[in-house]
């Protein structure tokens, strides 16, 4: 295992960096041969809510009770008002607010 101390840390970083960037610049160059016809849209849309509920999950299951509140309110405002920005300000607020007083 390599220290993440110094310039370990700083090259830690910069392959991240590499490896985000060439993750992100394959998929702009393999969508930009892939013809987008409605089952390749449809398999777009499903992949992304997979991918909110692969993050949540564990959340809800291992996260502590400020974690499910969290979820909790950005559920609720998300439902109510339909919007992302609100819903997870919310989320982060009732986050910091429950773990500040509890």
Do not use: H
């Not at 089952?39 to 992304?48: G, K, T």
């Amino acid at each position: 295992m390599m220290a993440t101390d110094g310039l370990n840390g700083l090259l830690v970083i910069c392959l991240m960096g590499a490896v985000t960037l060439l993750t992100r610049f394959g998929g702009v160059l393999v969508m930009s041969v892939v013809p987008i016809n409605p089952r390749v849209e449809s398999f777009i849309n499903a992949m992304s809510g997979s991918v909110l509920i692969a993050i949540l999950v564990p959340v809800a299951v291992e996260g502590d009770m400020a974690a499910r509140m969290a979820l909790l309110a950005t559920a609720a405002v998300m439902l109510a008002l339909r919007r992302p920005m609100p819903a997870i300000a919310a989320g982060i607020a009732v986050a910091a607010g429950w773990r500040y007083l509890m």
